[in-house]
Nanobody
Framework: QVQLVESGGGLVQAGGSLRLSCQAS????????MAWFRQSPGKERESVAAISWTGGRIHYADSVKGRFTISRDNTKNTVYLQMNSLKPEDTAVYYC????????????????WGQGTQVTVSS
């Protein structure tokens, strides 16, 4: 079992920045592919970014490329999502996810989930 706890969400104006953190516990963190997903009301959960064990392979959704950066610190069992130039359409609950065998590129690929953190971007 892996437990994931997100933090760092909040309310920010358009153009602003936030950094989300996801603290993992329960297993060897460096053994897991990690990812961020988001879900807005009435919409399906969608991939935002994913990162491999050592950070050598990274994937971004087209909608966040150039604005968001995913990173991980295996010494702290933490994955981050730096979000810059935020837009109102980035408003969603952001979830951290993990899978030991494949990079979570879609919700069905994720095995473990955090509880989510709300990000609200005002116009």
């Amino acid at each position: 079992q892996v437990q994931l706890v997100e933090s760092g969400g909040g309310l920010v104006q358009a153009g602003g920045s936030l950094r989300l953190s996801c603290q993992a516990s329960g297993r060897i963190f460096s053994d897991y592919f990690m990812a961020w997903f988001r879900q807005s009301p009435g919409k399906e959960r969608e991939s935002v970014a994913a990162i491999s064990w050592t950070g050598g392979r990274i994937h971004y959704a087209d909608s966040v490329k150039g604005r968001f950066t995913i990173s991980r610190d295996n010494t702290k069992n933490t994955v981050y999502l730096q979000m810059n130039s935020l837009k109102p359409e980035d408003t969603a609950v952001y979830y951290c996810a993990a899978n030991a065998f494949r990079m979570p590129m879609s919700p069905k690929d994720a095995v473990y989930w955090g509880q989510g953190t709300q990000v609200t971007v005002s116009s």
